[in-house]
């Protein structure tokens, strides 16, 4: 890939948690495009290499997988001193991975308020929240010692409105058993945003810059029905297309957002100012 400078980021190593899934395989892609090595980091090693493999033709020997537990300090420590030793440094680190069940219809909904469980909650915040800020603590206070380093939290756009809920409704059904978006996505995804914040300040001075990129629904065959109804919430009339997020990826890691941090960058189709 061809373009300004400021945007390359040859010789550096990103790694990303939640590599596995389809947004983890896309910020891989607008890494790799910009010159980046990159480390799929998943608890679900097979699909992480899967992963790795079917973009290892662009990634000419770039890309690799790892399997991670990010819910575990131990684990995280030694993957960061580990990659330290092999690659020689972490330059980005996208603390990518949460949990996200798709909310169903039918029956009763164990993602409604009055009855998610607490294990849900504990098992939704420890990956999503705690494993971020165990990623960001042991490669982000590598990244301090060399006074280089970047951390993208990439959080939604549920984390700066509520989820609408008429948007998972079913006619007929009752209020008790209707699907909900599950509270601890959006405790999840705020959090991160404080997270950032917080990253961003403690390290003033040190060199790294920690940012929040909050996009928008991505279309993956989702019900036509759903579609349609968050479509009509989108000034921009549409869900986005997964690869959409590749430009703003690649400004977030870069030079190119030298003089960025602290910041949440809401990239959603204009659904959270409508």
């Known amino acids: 890939m061809s373009g300004p400078p400021e945007f390359r980021v040859d010789g550096r190593v990103a790694a990303i948690t939640g590599g596995a899934g389809m947004l983890g395989r896309e910020h891989a892609i607008a890494l790799l495009e910009i010159g980046a090595t990159v480390v799929l980091l998943d608890l679900d090693q097979a699909g992480a290499q899967r992963a790795a493999t079917s973009l290892n033709e662009r990634a000419e020997g770039r890309i690799e997988a790892l399997a991670l537990d990010i819910t575990d300090p131990a684990a995280v420590e030694a993957c960061a001193a580990a990659l330290d030793e092999r690659l020689g440094r972490v330059d980005i680190l996208v603390n990518n991975a949460a949990n996200d069940p798709k909310v169903e219809s039918g029956g009763a909904s164990p993602d409604r308020l009055e009855s998610f469980s607490r294990e849900r909650w504990d098992a939704d915040l420890a990956v999503g929240l705690?494993?971020?800020?165990?990623?960001?603590?042991?490669?982000?206070?590598?990244?301090?010692?060399?006074?280089?380093?970047?951390?993208?939290?990439?959080?939604?756009?549920?984390?700066?409105?509520?989820?609408?809920?008429?948007?998972?409704?079913?006619?007929?059904?009752?209020?008790?058993?209707?699907?909900?978006?599950?509270?601890?996505?959006?405790?999840?995804?705020?959090?991160?945003?404080?997270?950032?914040?917080?990253?961003?300040?403690?390290?003033?001075?040190?060199?790294?810059?920690?940012?929040?990129?909050?996009?928008?629904?991505?279309?993956?065959?989702?019900?036509?029905?759903?579609?349609?109804?968050?479509?009509?919430?989108?000034?921009?009339?549409?869900?986005?297309?997964?690869?959409?997020?590749?430009?703003?990826?690649?400004?977030?890691?870069?030079?190119?957002?030298?003089?960025?941090?602290?910041?949440?960058?809401?990239?959603?189709?204009?659904?959270?100012?409508?």
């Open 130 to 274: 705690t494993g971020a800020f165990l990623c960001s603590q042991a490669f982000g206070r590598r990244m301090a010692e060399r006074r280089s380093g970047v951390i993208l939290n990439v959080a939604s756009d549920l984390a700066v409105i509520a989820p609408d809920q008429r948007l998972y409704r079913v006619e007929g059904q009752p209020e008790e058993s209707q699907p909900a978006k599950a509270v601890s996505y959006s405790v999840v995804k705020s959090g991160l945003v404080g997270l950032t914040r917080y990253l961003a300040t403690y390290w003033a001075g040190s060199e790294v810059r920690a940012n929040a990129l909050s996009p928008g629904g991505v279309f993956d065959e989702q019900p036509p029905e759903f579609v349609a109804r968050v479509e009509q919430l989108i000034p921009l009339g549409r869900m986005a297309q997964r690869d959409e997020y590749h430009s703003a990826v690649q400004f977030l890691c870069s030079d190119a957002s030298r003089y960025m941090t602290g910041q949440n960058l809401v990239m959603d189709g204009g659904r959270s100012v409508w």
